[in-house]
């Protein structure tokens, strides 16, 4: 079986349980076994603090973390420099990409950057 990748905003519609949560919840629940870009864990980190309780922060890293983190080492960062000019990917999606790739698992997102790439499970943004 394939491993599975929640990009920030996917992880971000769970916690605001949007309606794309209907496609993410349930790759959620394969936590511990979920792969968690180090990247992916600063971004939601960062919106979780800026819009919730410090308390919810803390829940949803420590969530993030009971996955299989992977730091970016200098191969991902290489990888992610390809990617970034190949697919014109901002910096952060580049990293979460070439995890993606390296690790031969499946993204699943809603950031339309993302839309159309190998590997890759799209759902466009859906309004509350």
Request: glycine share 4%; with cysteine; hydrophobic share 45%.
């Amino acid at each position: 079986m394939k491993p599975d990748i929640l990009d920030s905003s996917a992880w971000l519609e769970c916690l605001e349980n949007g309606p794309n949560t209907v496609h993410f919840g349930p790759i959620l629940f394969k936590l511990p076994d979920l792969i968690v870009p180090s990247v992916v864990i600063t971004e939601v980190r960062k919106v979780a603090l800026n819009q919730r309780p410090p308390e919810k922060a803390e829940e949803v890293t420590r969530s993030m973390l009971s996955g299989i983190l992977v730091n970016i080492d200098g191969e991902i960062a290489a990888s992610a420099a390809d990617l970034f000019i190949k697919y014109k990917l901002p910096l952060a999606d580049s990293l979460i990409y070439a995890v993606t790739l390296a690790h031969k698992a499946t993204l699943w997102t809603q950031d339309d950057d993302f839309e159309g790439l190998p590997n890759v499970k799209y759902f466009p943004k859906k309004k509350s």
